[in-house]
């Protein structure tokens, strides 16, 4: 029986790809769009592995890696956080000049302040980043490396 892959992204788009590339390599691809029906897919389908949006409606990425490692059902399912983020505010940040005050530095510095915590500190965290956009062979290497084929 394959191994089950739970997708949570709100652009249809990387699903899609996603779903695709996980099942050319013998991978049962599940999805959701956000994390409020991502922790009901969870819930559902049991999966073998999370892919999870760091951006996404009804319930970020960290919201829902939290609570499914509050969860005894969830806390030792692998998980993979997929991220444009640190790209974004990279390229905000070199948009938006020497001005004195940028649109959204707070979120931009909470984000990054997150993020980095979430990769370097902490008891639990993520098994791995992978940013946006992804390379499929990464994608699939690193589930493989977690869970096996």
């Known amino acids: 029986m394959s191994k089950k892959v739970l997708i949570v992204d709100d652009d249809p788009a990387i699903v899609r790809f996603l779903t695709v590339a996980l099942t050319e390599n013998g991978y049962q691809a599940v999805s959701a769009s956000d994390g409020k029906e991502g922790f009901e897919k969870a819930e559902k389908e049991r999966p073998d592995l999370l892919l999870l949006d760091v951006m996404m409606p009804r319930r970020t990425g960290f919201t829902l890696f939290k609570q499914l490692r509050r969860d005894e059902r969830f806390k030792d399912v692998p ?27 707070a979120l931009r510095e ?13 008891e639990v ?18 589930i493989r490396d977690l869970i096996g084929s």
């Open 79 to 105: 998980i993979i956080m997929l991220t444009a983020v640190s790209s974004v505010l990279e390229e905000q940040d070199s948009l938006s000049g020497d001005t004195m005050e940028r649109p959204y530095d």
């Open 110 to 122: 909470s984000l990054r302040k997150t993020i980095a915590e979430m990769k370097t500190e902490g």
């Open 125 to 142: 965290r993520p098994e791995h980043f992978i940013e946006k956009p992804v390379d499929p062979e990464q994608v699939v290497a690193k």
